[in-house]
């Protein structure tokens, strides 16, 4: 029998003969990872930034305790924010836009598509609720003005007043808009907006490290065979395959 050795180097023979790739091993491969240096300060402030941006105030205050990382913005701040989001979430956007103001006037005063999308949510919530007298003169006196100035926003109205007309808006195109998930969009765009006045990047820098690291690992898997990491949760390398 052969020893193990031996079926490795057979292995890895076959493969480099099956591919014109180059293939490196898992030894190799961890090596070199192993030879990447990467301070723990680095790692501690791509955490926080995490914590801070998604907005869990009270992990970001734990951590900060435990690793002595300071967050680059007032954690007060996050709790405001959050209140925010959650309004949206509950369709309390007039609560919500009260919130937006205390906070800074001049995230809605210097930015009318997101105050419009918020006045937008406000006629769904109506809708939803099926106060539709209400709907109609709240759209006819709040939004359609301003969809008189811009086209896209005439065209967004049109669309959510369309809403009326359909008795059951389950199996149309245009029911998606009384989904939770529009609340959702709304209340995401709210919090970017509030996360740039504040000097703060409106997304956290993780998700797109992690999605640099897939393209890195596509980009490389074209020139060779390697192991890679295929589940980002458990962060394994996996067995090298062709």
């Excluded at 002595?68 to 924010?81: C, E, F, M, S, V």
């Amino acid at each position: 029998m052969l020893n193990g050795s031996v079926r490795c180097g057979m292995y890895l023979m076959l493969l480099d003969m099956a591919t014109s790739k180059k293939v490196i091993t898992r030894e190799e491969w961890e090596k070199k990872l192993n030879d990447v240096k990467i301070r723990k300060e680095d790692m501690n402030r791509l955490v926080m930034n995490f914590l801070v941006t998604v907005g869990y105030v009270e992990a970001a205050e734990k951590f900060r305790k435990e690793s002595g990382t300071d967050p680059d913005i007032d954690l007060a701040t996050i709790t405001d924010r959050m209140a925010v989001k959650k309004a949206v979430h509950a369709g309390n956007v007039e609560d919500a836009i009260e919130k937006v103001n205390d906070l800074n006037p001049e995230i809605l005063d210097t930015n009318p598509q997101l105050f419009f999308h918020l006045q937008q949510q406000r006629l769904i919530e109506l809708i939803r609720n099926g106060k539709v007298e209400e709907a109609l003169e709240f759209a006819q006196e709040e939004l359609a003005p301003r969809g008189e100035e811009n086209q896209s926003f005439l065209e967004e109205l049109e669309k959510i007043v369309a809403l009326l007309a359909f008795e059951d808006v389950s199996n149309c195109s245009i029911g998606e808009l009384l989904d939770v998930s529009q609340r959702l969009k709304t209340a995401s765009e709210v919090n970017a907006a509030i996360l740039t006045s504040q000097s703060h990047e409106k997304d956290p820098k993780l998700p797109s490290l992690l999605k640099m690291l897939i393209w890195a690992q596509n980009q490389l898997g074209e020139k060779a065979v390697y192991p890679r990491i295929n589940d980002l949760s458990t962060a394994t390398l996996e067995d090298l395959a062709v």
